[in-house]
């Protein structure tokens, strides 16, 4: 009966890609960073311009950077495009439980305030439409601290711009001090990227058994039967 709602094996697995993709570029972009961090802590020696260690690692730091938020926007369209098809398999096997439109999959993200608590809401509900009926269950402790490092790393970038704090330092104090914010950034970017392709193989292998094992009247009226 799963062969009623299709279950979106490839989105699964370019989602996985692009957050693994991202939070590699976070590990090299966060390197980068430190390197730079520890050549700026040791006396400025007045290398040439043509082979200067400190100009090739911010070349290397700066391209990192830009190909991290690049992947940034790609890793967050692909979840949440998979997040929209794997809502298509929840409405059938518990539509009642679902509290969302799936328009707010795109306005979760976006508006403020909503964005502390919706796309989470999304998860709980996929979540609990996974479980048997008599052992639904919003919420886990793995969706609570993948959630927690979400908002974590966005926290990194809405209330410290340490991008722009590096391009202003005119001193090597203030620069080193931007690029430590950028390394913490860096961590919890990867700690809430590889959470998140934890997250996504939980609930799709979840929702595919409970898919394959839903009785005829589920995948005909989109209800259980008490």
């Known amino acids: 009966m799963a062969g009623a ?3 979106p094996r490839g989105q699964a697995w370019f989602a996985c890609v692009a957050l693994a993709a991202f939070a590699l570029v976070s590990v090299a972009a966060g390197l980068a960073a430190w390197h730079k961090h520890q ?7 007045p290398w040439p311009y043509v082979d200067n260690p400190l100009v090739e690692v911010d070349t290397y730091f700066r391209n990192l950077m830009g190909w991290r938020t690049g992947l940034l926007l790609v890793a967050l369209l692909q979840f949440s495009i998979w997040l929209s098809n794997m809502r298509d398999v929840a409405d059938v ?6 509290r969302r439109r799936k328009a707010w999959l795109i306005f979760g993200w976006l508006i403020p305030v909503a964005q502390l608590f919706v796309p989470k809401m999304f ?9 048997p009926e008599s052992q639904r269950r919003r919420g886990h402790p793995l ?6 490092s979400v908002l974590g790393a966005a926290s990194s970038y809405v209330f410290s711009d340490a991008s722009k704090d590096l391009k202003k330092a005119v001193t090597t104090d203030q620069a080193r001090h931007a ?6 950034s860096d961590g ?6 590889a959470l998140s392709i934890v997250v996504l193989r939980q609930l799709f292998l979840r929702l595919e058994r ?3 094992i839903a009785p005829v009247e589920v995948w005909t009226t989109g209800r259980t039967t008490s």
């Open 123 to 131: 998860v709980n509900d996929l979540w609990a439409a996974s479980q």
């Open 210 to 212: 409970a898919a394959a």
């Open 93 to 98: 096997l518990w539509r009642q439980g679902q």
């Open 5 to 7: 709602v299709r279950l």
């Open 179 to 184: 690029l430590r914010l950028i390394m913490i």
């Open 143 to 148: 969706l609570t601290a993948w959630w927690l």
């Open 39 to 45: 050549l700026l802590a040791g006396p400025m020696t």
């Open 188 to 193: 919890l970017y990867i700690c809430a990227a």
